[in-house]
């Protein structure tokens, strides 16, 4: 399997910044779209942005202005610069990856692996 190691919450204060970073190892054919979802208490987990293998990019509208998703091929991972933080940022913010295999009969198969979740709060 793949496991993604994430790194960078913790506190901040509304207007300030935090860095995101998710890390992917294992054995894989292809690593396909990362993202990044939060989930605040009594809400749904929602997504904030998706990145694909090729740069394309995709940001909720909550966070669009604010936050910037990118990734290092070369490195398996997938950042998320968070800037202009508001208190309805504050969530666990947990990274997703979709990446594809080859079974035993040569099959492409798809799976994905989610991360440990990090805290983000933004607070005053």
């Known amino acids: 399997q793949v496991q993604l190691v994430e790194s960078g919450g913790g506190l901040a204060q509304p207007g300030g910044s935090l860095r995101l970073s998710c890390a992917a190892s294992?054995?894989?054919?292809?690593?396909?779209?990362m993202g990044w979802y939060r989930q605040a208490p009594g809400n749904q987990r929602e997504l904030v942005g998706v990145?694909?293998?090729?740069?394309?990019?995709r940001l909720a509208d909550s966070v669009k202005g604010r936050f910037t998703i990118s990734r290092d091929n070369a490195k398996n991972t997938v950042y998320l610069q968070m800037d202009s933080l508001k208190p309805e940022d504050t969530a666990v913010y947990s990274c997703?990856?979709?990446?594809?295999?080859?079974?035993?009969?040569?099959?492409?198969?798809?799976?994905?692996?989610w991360g440990q979740g990090t805290q983000v709060t933004v607070s005053s």
């Open positions: 997703n990856a979709k990446f594809d295999k080859i079974d035993s009969l040569y099959r492409r198969v798809a799976f994905e692996s």
């Open positions: 294992g054995t894989f054919s292809s690593l396909n779209d």
């Open positions: 990145i694909s293998s090729r740069g394309s990019t």
